[in-house]
Each structure stands twice: as structure tokens, then as C-alpha cells.
Nanobody
Framework: QVQLVESGGGLVQAGGSLRLSCAASGRSFSDYVMGWFRQAPGKEREFVAAINWDGGRLSAADSVRGRFTISRDNVKNTVGLQMNSLKPEDTAIYYC?????????????????WGQGTQVTVSS
């Protein structure tokens, strides 16, 4: 079992930055691929970014590549999402997720544990 708690969401103007953090507790953190997903009102949950167990492999959705950066700290058991150049279309609830596997996946169905989510709102 892994428990995930996100923080760092809020309201920001377009062009601004936010950093999300996810704290994990439970089983060995480094056993998991960590991912960020988001869900906007009326839309399906979508993949944002993921990182493998040692941070050596990263993946990001086309819509955020070059603006968002995922990172992890296996000592502090945290995963972060640095979001720069934010756009109104980035407005969503952002979820941290853990996948008990070594390979990154873009599919929400392949993640086993989820946080409660944190709201990010970008005003125009």
C-alpha cells in the first residue's frame, strides 16, 4: 500500500508558474513509477508526466512538454511537478499516482494508487 498526498495547487495568472508536490508513505517508494495526471471539468483524466524509479527516464504529454518538469526524491519520498508558462487550458485537478512496475505508462488504468488531487486554476 502507498498513500499519496498532493500539495501546491492554487490560482495563478497565465504565464506564471506553480510547483506541485506529492508526498508518499507506505511501501518502498523507489519500487514505483510515479505519474501526474489531470482532469478538467467535463473531460476525462489525462496523462501529464511520469518518471521511472530512479529518475533516469521521464515522459511528458505533448501538451506540457517543454513547460512542465517532473522530478522525484527517493530519500524524501516525494515527487514534484514544476509547471512553467501556465495556460488557462492547464486548469484542472492534478493527481499524483503510483504504478507498481518499472516501465512508465501513459494509461491511468495502469496506476495502482492515487492521491486526492489538488486544484490548479490558471486565469487569462
Amino acid at each position: 500500500q502507498v498513500q499519496l498526498v498532493e500539495s501546491g495547487g492554487g490560482l495563478v495568472q497565465a504565464g506564471g508558474s506553480l510547483r506541485l508536490s506529492c508526498a508518499a508513505s507506505g511501501r518502498s517508494f523507489s519500487d514505483y513509477v510515479m505519474g501526474w495526471f489531470r482532469q478538467a471539468p467535463g473531460k476525462e483524466r489525462e496523462f501529464v508526466a511520469a518518471i521511472n524509479w530512479d529518475g533516469g527516464r521521464l515522459s511528458a504529454a505533448d501538451s506540457v512538454r517543454g513547460r512542465f518538469t517532473i522530478s522525484r526524491d527517493n530519500v524524501k519520498n516525494t515527487v514534484g511537478l514544476q509547471m512553467n508558462s501556465l495556460k488557462p487550458e492547464d486548469t484542472a485537478i492534478y493527481y499524483c499516482a503510483a504504478r507498481s512496475a518499472y516501465e512508465i505508462s501513459w494509461s491511468a488504468d495502469e496506476y495502482h494508487y492515487w492521491g486526492q488531487g489538488t486544484q490548479v486554476t490558471v486565469s487569462s
